[in-house]
C-alpha cells in the first residue's frame, strides 16, 4: 500500500448498519491535512543512486563484466523442469526457484537466493540471502545480507564468474538501478533506469555471521531491526532480543494498550459490526508474554501513541519507532520492513470516551470505533477496505 497510487474497493458488511464516515473528528481531520495519505512517486536523484554504499559488503568496478540486461530478472531455474513439475526441488530447503546462483567447491556448497522475510511481499522487492555449508550439504546455515535487490542494488544471477572467490568467501556481479515508476497493485511492476554497471559484490562469511552481542540476531539483522547490535536486550525487559515481540520498547502498557493488542492479535473480542455484539475488552488485562518462533513474521509500525508502543503481540514480531526516529533516517530507497499502518485514536465530537481509528496492512485496511464502557473497550469494525 506503501506510496502506491491505489484503486480502493470499500466493501461494507451487510451486517454494518452504518460507516466510519458517520461520526465527526476534528483530530482526524488535522491529523490527515497534516500527513497526506498518499504521495507522489519521485525517483531518487540519480547522484545519490550513483554514490551508493552498502553499510556491510564493499562492492568493486571490474573490467570484465557481464552487461545488464532487463530481461532476465529472474532465477536460473524458473524455467526450468523443476518449477513447472508438481515435486518441486530443494536444496538447503530452499525452493530451487527462489535460487540466483548455486556452486559447490571442494566440501563447499553455497548459494544466493530471494525471500521476503523482512520486506514489503506484495509492493516491494526480495532480500537477498546466503546459504551456506561446509560439510557436502549435509548442514547449512542461512544469512541476511541486507540488500534488497534493485534498492538499488541488482545482484546478477546470470554471471558468469564463480560464485566462491579463492578465500572462501561469496561474490556476484552487480550494478546500480534507479527506481522510475512505482508499484501500482495488484500487478504493476516498476521500471528501473541502470545508473552504473560493472560491480563485483562480496559478501564476505565473517560479516554475514557476526553477532557482537550473542543474542541470536546478526548485526546486520539489528541493522534492519534498529536494535543494539552491542546490547542482547535493547529496550532492558529481560527477554532477549532474539526472543523479543517487541525489541525496542518494553511494555509499560497504558490502558490502551488492550486495544491495539486486540487489533494486532485479531482478537475475538472484536466486533465486526454493532448488531448482537456486544463484547468487551477488560482494561485490567494483562496479555500473555509470547516469544519469537521461526515462523513469526517482522512487521514495522511507525507510531508516537504510548499505547501502541508498549503493546505485547502475539502473532507478529513488531519493530516500532517514533516519527521522528523514522523520519529522520534517510529513505531513498523502498527496502522498509514490511509496514502495519495504525492510527492514533482520534476522539468523535461530542462523544465521551469514544474513539475512531483506521488499520492498513499489506493490501487491505480497515475502520474502527471504539468506547470506554465500565465493563472495558468496546471495539467495532466499521469498514474494510481491498486495495
Not at 485514536?345 to 485496511?365: A, H, M, Q, R, S
Request: charged content about 30%; proline content about 4%; aromatic content about 14%.
Amino acid at each position: 500500500m506503501k506510496n502506491s497510487l491505489t484503486m480502493l474497493l470499500l466493501l461494507l458488511v451487510p451486517a454494518f448498519s452504518f460507516a466510519q464516515e458517520d461520526y465527526e473528528s476534528e483530530e482526524r481531520e488535522k491529523y490527515y491535512d497534516k500527513n497526506k495519505r498518499f504521495k507522489s512517486f519521485e525517483p531518487v536523484n540519480k547522484e545519490i543512486v550513483s554514490n551508493y554504499y552498502d553499510d556491510f559488503f564493499k562492492f568493486a568496478k571490474v573490467d570484465n563484466y557481464t552487461p545488464y540486461n532487463d530481461t532476465l530478472f529472474f532465477t536460473p531455474y524458473q524455467d526450468s523442469v523443476e518449477f513447472h513439475s508438481v515435486a518441486r526441488q530443494y536444496i538447503g530447503d530452499i525452493d530451487r526457484f527462489s535460487i540466483l546462483k548455486h556452486e559447490k567447491k571442494g566440501k563447499v556448497e553455497a548459494f544466493i537466493y530471494y525471500d521476503f522475510k523482512y520486506v514489503e511481499t506484495f509492493t516491494g522487492e526480495p532480500e537477498i540471502w546466503v546459504a551456506y555449508s561446509d560439510d557436502n550439504g549435509k548442514s547449512w546455515s542461512h544469512y541476511y545480507s541486507g540488500i534488497v535487490q534493485k534498492q538499488p542494488l541488482f545482484v546478477k544471477c546470470y554471471s558468469s564468474y564463480p560464485l566462491i572467490n579463492e578465500q572462501g568467501d561469496l561474490q556476484i556481479e552487480a550494478c546500480l538501478l534507479r527506481q522510475m515508476s512505482s508499484f501500482i497493485m495488484p500487478f504493476g511492476a516498476p521500471s528501473y533506469q541502470l545508473v552504473k554497471d560493472g560491480l563485483m559484490l562480496t559478501l564476505d562469511l565473517e560479516t554475514l555471521r557476526k553477532d557482537s552481542d550473542g543474542d541470536g540476531l546478526t548485526d546486520i539483522v539489528e541493522a534492519k531491526f534498529r536494535t543494539d547490535p552491542n546490547n542482547d536486550d535493547t529496550d532492558g525487559d529481560g527477554i532477549p532480543d532474539n526472543l523479543d515481540m517487541n525489541p525496542r520498547f518494553a511494555s509499560n502498557r497504558t490502558d490502551k494498550s488492550i486495544i491495539f493488542e486486540a487489533l494486532i492479535n485479531d482478537d475475538e473480542d472484536i466486533c465486526y459490526g454493532f448488531k448482537d455484539c456486544e463484547s468487551v475488552l477488560s482494561i485490567d488485562e494483562r496479555p500473555e508474554v509470547h516469544c519469537v518462533v521461526d515462523t513469526t513474521e517482522t512487521i514495522l509500525i511507525v507510531t508516537d501513541e504510548p499505547g501502541l508502543q508498549n503493546i505485547q503481540p502475539k502473532s507478529f514480531r513488531v519493530i516500532i519507532l517514533t516519527t521522528e526516529e523514522y523520519e529522520s533516517s534517510p529513505r531513498y530507497f523502498n527496502n522498509d520492513l514490511c509496514r502495519m499502518r495504525i492510527s492514533p485514536l482520534f476522539k468523535v465530537d461530542g462523544e465521551k470516551d469514544t474513539y475512531i481509528f483506521d488499520y492498513g496492512f499489506n493490501t487491505w485496511g480497515a475502520g474502527y470505533w471504539v468506547k470506554k464502557t465500565e465493563k472495558g473497550w468496546r471495539v467495532v469494525q466499521t469498514y474494510m477496505i481491498i486495495s
